[in-house]
């Protein structure tokens, strides 16, 4: 449905290019929730915001494709993806959704602007009952401002909004990082119920790796601006193929552990990323190669790859 | 109170904290914050906190320290060896006894300055307790040392640091005098995954190294988990269940630590979001209005009548293993 294509995204500063999003694919097929991990810095985030075309200067599209049921959204003008794609086959949950609607009106007004301003049509009240029981939530509350609503709330009322228009693909971006672990549960839950029952597919992005573990069928890994390794969850948690992701999965406190390890360093900086693999500096198993030259994607099973030189198949 | 363990440091009696809310309109509320806490961090311990946003966990995390004078009930600490009040204790005093108490804040963004240079931020308190010259000098190098930032980061400013080098800073200042106590308030739940390893490490480390007792406020069991060698858990201002760290996570007994449990991320529910044993969808009620009885019945799947009328009283069913609970 979705797919993107050595995608870059670059910030211009006094100092250089800052390569946030370097060279990146990543394919979302129809009805699948897809997690994306990485730390902060990754370009996580700013790979959502390019999907939004919400990339404003100094960022900048520095090349690639983003293909969406066909067309390149990347390449059409802004007037006509707001037109067609924005919100209506294509909306996003933001970190903090929350706090994303203005304090001074309430919740119905805030629906019906956005059911008005993306051209709804059909009966504005109608809908917006609807759509807040969709998420769980007691239509009175539409009556409501959005701070008497709790975290939880407001978060379950932002989803409900982003899915106002039907969009074919739902981007969340750590849609649970402030809110409890009860509340958080639930949510994912919402988002596999809209999956299953509207079909929607969704883009998670998170930190948490174990919280995607829960939630998605494919899982790609990002650090400092590159996929590192994309794969079934299954393979990815249980048989990861990059040293970064084994070391993030050892370093995430869980129940099963009772102890955990750090990774030793930090990001590379991103305007000067280091020549070769950009994890080299902090990887345990490194070889010579791997300050040398960066290395391409490798398959590691059926729709299993990581960009690691270990994995190189002519390397015995 | 309790016969195992070593000497305690500091204990709390029946602590409350209550705040009042005014509004313009209508009544004044008060929110307990926290209602009826007792508990004790021994020498050397590791303790943990646990709850959800609006426990009250930072306000006990807070009384700990000196940052909040409780409401009533009684905080004893025996941080120079014999038992003390701190909160009877005037002005100067009181603020020199709480020098044993460190605290390491959640953000690591928003707690020091950025534009102070990170010899400052070690400086300038030191300098407020009258340390100067070459005492302050040793100091400095000796807590640099204590949380692995090399030296050549003092005449950095802060803004020049990563999160996980100002998360260590932060620890450094709270080690300035020697506390015989560090209160963490989620010292990890603002950096990133390869990181908090990293600062459980460190803390472990000045645990173990420097016999500093540290109390640890966290809503992540799994931290908790790895960390701490007994937790509490606290809910609306109240304390459920405590239990050493082994005896608790084999063997959970309040319905609200089992539902935490249940919720908190793991990696070995592959594709499956678990059930979580929760009345409906409900959330954490505000602590300006707790619910009668029970404070958890209105989320609890276990509830019964005597949960609605009468409050449970933290009992010991097993040596230190104490719960709030009718079922128990």
């Not at chain 1, 995607?212 to 601006?225: A, F, K, N, P, Q």
């Not at chain 2, 007792?38 to 609006?54: L, N, P, Q, R, Y």
């Amino acid at each position: 449905m979705m797919r993107i294509e050595g995608l870059k995204v670059y910030f211009s500063t006094p100092k250089g290019d800052v390569r946030a999003v370097d060279d990146v694919d990543l394919e979302v097929e129809k009805g699948e929730i897809i997690g994306l991990v990485g730390e902060s810095g990754s370009g996580k985030s700013t790979l959502a915001l390019a999907v939004m075309r919400l990339i404003y200067p100094p960022g900048r599209i520095a090349g690639g494709k983003i293909i969406f049921e066909g067309t390149d959204i990347l390449s059409i003008p802004i007037n006509e993806y707001v037109r067609r794609f924005r919100w209506k086959k294509i909306a996003m949950v933001f970190q903090a959704s929350m706090n994303s609607f203005s304090p001074t009106f309430k919740i119905k007004d805030q629906f019906f602007e956005t059911l008005k301003v993306h051209g709804y049509e059909g009966d504005y009240w109608e809908r917006t009952k609807e759509l807040l029981s969709t998420v769980n939530l007691d239509p009175s509350i539409a009556d409501k401002y959005p701070h008497e609503l709790s975290g939880g709330q407001k978060q379950r009322a932002f989803i409900a909004l982003a899915i106002a228009m039907k969009p074919k693909l739902l981007i969340a971006d750590e849609p649970t990082t402030a809110l409890d672990v009860v509340t958080q549960i639930q949510i994912l839950r919402l988002f596999k119920r809209l999956r299953d029952e509207e079909g929607i597919s969704v883009l998670f992005i998170t930190h948490d790796i174990a919280l995607l573990s829960m939630i998605t069928d494919r899982i790609y890994v990002m650090y400092s601006g590159k996929v590192v390794e994309g794969g079934t969850v299954e393979d990815v948690i249980k048989t990861p193929a990059h040293p970064y992701t084994a070391a993030l999965i050892n370093s995430i406190p869980t129940l099963d552990k009772t102890s955990v390890k750090g990774i030793p360093g930090s990001l590379p900086s991103l305007i000067n990323p280091p020549k070769g693999c950009r994890f080299e500096p902090r990887c345990p198993v490194k070889l010579p190669v791997c300050s040398e030259k960066e290395p391409e994607m490798f398959g590691v099973g059926e729709k299993h790859h990581a960009a690691c030189w270990r994995l190189a198949p002519n390397r015995a | 109170m309790r016969p195992a363990g070593g000497s305690p440091l500091i204990e709390l009696k029946d602590v409350k904290v209550y705040f009042k809310k005014g509004s313009i309109f209508g009544k004044r509320k008060l929110i307990k914050a926290l209602d009826g806490v007792s508990m004790k961090v021994d020498f050397k311990e590791k303790v943990a906190i646990v709850g959800e946003t609006g426990s009250g966990k930072t306000t006990l995390g807070r009384v700990v320290v000196g940052l909040q004078r409780p409401t009533s009930g009684e905080v004893i600490a025996y941080f120079n060896g014999h038992p003390v009040n701190p909160y009877s204790l005037r002005g100067r005093a009181r603020k020199e006894y709480f020098k044993n108490a460190g605290m390491v804040y959640q953000d690591p963004y928003s707690a020091i300055d950025p534009l102070m240079r990170v010899r400052d931020v070690l400086r300038i308190p030191l300098l407020y307790a009258g340390i100067k010259g070459e005492e302050a000098e040793k100091r400095i190098k000796e807590v640099m040392s204590r949380v692995s930032l090399s030296e050549e980061y003092l005449s950095y400013y802060v803004f020049q640091l990563s999160g996980g080098q100002r998360q260590r800073l932060v620890i450094a200042r709270a080690l300035l005098f020697n506390p015989k106590l560090l209160v963490a308030d989620e010292p990890v739940s603002m950096l990133d995954a390869s990181l908090k390893g990293d600062i459980l490490d460190l803390l472990n480390s000045v645990n173990s190294d420097m016999g500093v007792s540290v109390l640890m406020v966290t809503h992540e069991l799994a931290v908790a988990k790895v960390f701490a060698q007994r937790i509490h858990v606290l809910y609306l201002g109240k304390i459920m269940e405590s239990a050493s760290s082994e005896e608790f996570f084999s063997n959970p007994l309040h319905p609200y630590a089992q539902l935490l449990l249940a919720a908190s991320p793991d990696l070995k529910h592959l594709k499956t979001i678990p059930e979580i044993p929760l009345k409906k969808v409900s959330e954490i009620p505000s602590s300006a209005n707790i619910p009668p009885g029970c404070r958890f019945h209105t989320r609890c799947p276990f509830a019964f009548d005597k949960c609605i009328k009468e409050e449970p009283p933290l009992k010991e069913v097993k040596e230190g293993h104490e719960v709030a609970c009718w079922l128990r």
